[in-house]
């Protein structure tokens, strides 16, 4: 079985739970299948795997134009599969271009929605009715859809009605445990300058509406005074979101000391010792499939706070790994009440750092749950035998 797997991020181009997904999703389904990847940006060294860049034509084109430009493109070099996998809607349309060509089954697999991520308007102008387009013709058409989670699941029928519910399949995200496990080194803390003798709160993620930095921001203002906040935050949507919270960081860095903001991207081994050492992973997001981010944490033996939303609950158990933060939100993600929400997220942290015995004992259910629920192996074994019955 010749399996194409259709990604705009592949490592070392990596900026989120998607590309990170594919990664572990290709190393297992290698076992089980002859699989290639073809995934934007700059060539790769890898074998069987290819790379691919906007049309030159289109460079200076809405930024959605040459997204399609290079699945035109990757959908042309699929002649040779069996079937055809893509993975959110930067690569959706290549699948299902391919999918018309060659006659081959398309299975889509969901991160996340374009319809319940209105904010990319910012960012993309009209190049967001484009993605909701390709998104949508795809996904309809699509002989498989797999939802990272049961909230997933239930977005993705409530956005296209059109879909049949028993084409839709959950499979959730996975873990490496080998490699996200507790490093108790303080050569990255150090270089960092955060100090392994203060408790800290850690958010990992990229400037974006949907992860909820800008509402860790105004929480940050009720934390415990001695705990210090540490941002691995970067890769802002827009011009106008970084300039927000640029001024949210430095009005903080004004109230209280100790407000660590990382901005480039870590090398994993150093994000897994920041991880480690943290009192309280926190994940504000208001839109999230499923968030990769907090099983990494867990499995790093780290308490979570996180927002009841999307396919979280579905990881954090609360009050077993973690405590999950409610919020009232409007169809967009939003808040009903910013202001409510900041405050409890804020609670939730400082009763978690104010009882460090009880964020450990979370740490350690978060591990135990992260190694027996999620392996990638598992993960992979479900999807190949996905392909199975579409193949046939």
């Known amino acids: 079985m010749r399996v194409e797997l259709l990604t705009r991020e592949y490592p070392p181009e990596v900026y989120g739970g998607a590309g990170v997904h594919v990664e572990y999703l290709a190393r297992e389904l290698r076992r089980l299948a002859d699989v290639r990847v073809r995934c934007f940006g700059a060539p790769r060294e890898e074998e069987g795997v290819a790379a691919y860049r906007e049309p030159e034509r289109l460079k200076a084109a809405n930024a959605a134009l040459g997204v399609l430009g290079a699945d035109l493109e990757i959908a042309g070099d699929c002649a040779e599969a069996d079937l055809v996998h893509s993975h959110t809607w930067y690569a959706n349309l290549a699948g299902h271009v391919a999918k ?17 991520r209105p904010w990319k308007a910012e960012q993309l102008g009209g190049g967001y009715a484009l993605s909701c387009w390709a ?5 309809a ?7 990272v989670s049961a909230g997933m699941r239930r977005d993705v029928l409530a956005c296209y009605p059109e879909i049949p519910a028993d084409r839709v399949t959950v499979i959730h995200n996975g873990i490496d445990t080998d490699e996200y496990a507790p490093d108790h080194g303080t050569d990255a ?13 850690v958010f990992v993620g990229r400037i974006t509406r949907q992860k ?14 001695g705990a210090q906040l540490v941002l691995c935050a970067g890769a802002p949507d827009t011009p106008e979101l970084a300039a927000e919270v640029n001024g949210l960081v430095a009005g903080l860095r004004r109230a209280r000391d100790r407000v660590i903001w990382i901005e480039e991207m870590l090398p994993r081994r150093e994000v897994i010792q920041i991880l480690t050492h943290a009192r309280v992973f926190v994940c504000p997001s208001v839109y999230e499939p499923m968030g990769i981010v907090n099983l990494e ?96």
């Open 212 to 225: 909820g930095l800008v509402h860790l921001l105004h929480a940050a203002r009720s934390l415990d005074p």
């Open 100 to 116: 018309l060509l060659y006659g081959v089954p398309h299975v889509a697999t969901v991160h996340s929605l374009e319809p319940l």
């Open 141 to 147: 058409a699509a002989d498989a859809v797999i939802a």
């Open 189 to 201: 803390l150090e270089r960092h300058g955060i100090d392994p003798a203060r408790p800290y709160v």
């Open 135 to 139: 998104e949508r013709a795809a996904l």
């Open 297 to 392: 944490a867990m499995a790093c033996r780290t308490a979570v706070v996180a927002t009841a939303t999307g396919g979280i609950p579905e990881v954090v158990e609360d009050g077993v790994c973690g405590l999950l933060v409610p919020a009232e939100q409007h169809p967009d993600g939003t808040p009903v009440d910013p202001e409510k929400f900041a405050a409890d997220l804020a609670t939730a942290l400082n009763t978690l750092l104010a009882d460090p015995d009880r964020a450990a004992e979370m740490g350690e259910r978060g591990r135990r749950h992260a190694v027996e629920h999620f392996s990638w192996r598992s993960v992979a074994e479900r999807v190949h035998a996905l392909y199975a019955t579409l193949i046939g």
